[in-house]
Each structure stands twice: as structure tokens, then as C-alpha cells.
């Protein structure tokens, strides 16, 4: 089974690429890429761009990325209660090439930030969007207060209730 993972930020010290780096980890049978959305670096979208430059290839390239895998595993960073835009210029590049972004496959949501709502507000809105967007939405769990509940020197959950949660929620991939 192929995992492509990635955290829906671009921030080099990314809290979410470390809950989806660890989440991932606890998945045993599983081949496990993680992408950094820095990597798909584009200009940021607008029609006029688009008809200006056509179908960006780094978008194609994501695309090709998702299309590869058996299931998905993202963990988004929530910027001002919505997506990062690092994310949000991906995803609408990537959608105007195929609407279906996320290919049928199969996905588990996660998120995390440093306050006690663990990006919450993003994660809703991406669990009720992505089925239109070709996800199998398997699961989603959200970590509150990442720097309370991980350890950083040894990159794993410490409170044993989340580490159930978010073991179970990308385990549902597995099944």
C-alpha cells in the first residue's frame, strides 16, 4: 500500500508535518512518502494567470503524486481560521487541471496548532469540501496544544487518549 502524506503548510518548522510524519509512522505495511507543499511552489492563482501560463506543470506534478497512491494522509495548518495559502494555491491550480483532485482515494484528515482548538475550524471545512473534490474521507482527528501533548526530541504524541485517536484514524486505511 502506497501513503502519500503531507502537511497542508509551508512552513519549515511545521507542527503538522511532525503530526503527519508521526502519524504515518505508526502505520507498519504501508510505503509512506511525504511531500512538502514547498516543493510545489507556483504563482498564486488567478484566472488571469492561468490564461496567461496555461496548466501549471507543478500542479500536474501533485497531481501525479495523489494519483500514485493507494490512500492519503494530510494534516492541515489553519492560517486565520481557514486553509494556509500555500495549500489553498495548490489546490486551485491543481483544480483547474483535474476537478477531482484527490482521485477517489482514500483520506484521513488531521491538524494540530499550538492553541487548545487544534485548527479545528480548517479541518471541518476540508472534511465537508474534499468529497467534492474526489476523497474518500476516512477519518479525522484534530491534536489541540501540539507543544503540550509532543514530544519534540523524540517526535511522538505523548497524551495516551490522542495517540489512540490519531493511531485509529490512520489505521482506518488499513482496513
Known amino acids: 500500500m502506497k501513503i502519500i502524506a503531507f502537511a497542508a503548510s ?12 508521526y502519524a504515518t509512522s505508526l502505520l507498519d505495511t504501508a ?8 516543493d510545489f511552489d507556483m504563482p498564486l492563482f488567478s484566472q ?12 500536474q506534478s501533485f497531481l501525479d503524486k495523489i494519483s500514485s497512491a493507494d490512500g492519503l494522509v494530510i ?15 495548490v489546490f486551485d491550480w491543481a483544480s483547474r487541471i483535474s476537478p477531482k483532485v484527490y482521485a477517489d482515494k482514500k483520506v484521513v484528515l488531521l491538524s494540530t496548532s499550538p492553541g ?15 468529497p467534492y473534490f474526489g476523497a ?4 479525522t482527528q484534530s491534536v489541540p496544544s501540539f507543544y503540550d501533548n509532543f514530544d519534540m526530541a523524540q517526535n511522538v504524541l505523548t497524551h495516551p487518549e490522542l495517540v489512540a485517536q490519531v493511531k485509529a484514524a490512520v489505521l482506518a486505511l488499513q482496513a
Not at 510505503?31 to 514547498?38: A, G, K, P, S, V
Not at 494534516?75 to 494555491?89: I, L
Open 48 to 59: 488571469d494567470r492561468e490564461a496567461e501560463l496555461g496548466q501549471h506543470p507543478v500542479a
Open 136 to 139: 474518500t474521507v476516512l477519518a
Open 75 to 89: 494534516s492541515f495548518a489553519e492560517h486565520n481560521g481557514s486553509y494556509s495559502a500555500a495549500y489553498k494555491n
Open 31 to 38: 510505503d509512506i512518502e511525504i511531500l512538502d507543499l514547498n
Open 10 to 21: 509551508s512552513s519549515r518548522q511545521s507542527i503538522n508535518k511532525k503530526l503527519v510524519q
Open 116 to 130: 487548545p482548538g487544534g485548527a479545528g475550524n480548517v479541518l471541518a471545512a476540508a472534511k465537508n469540501s474534499m
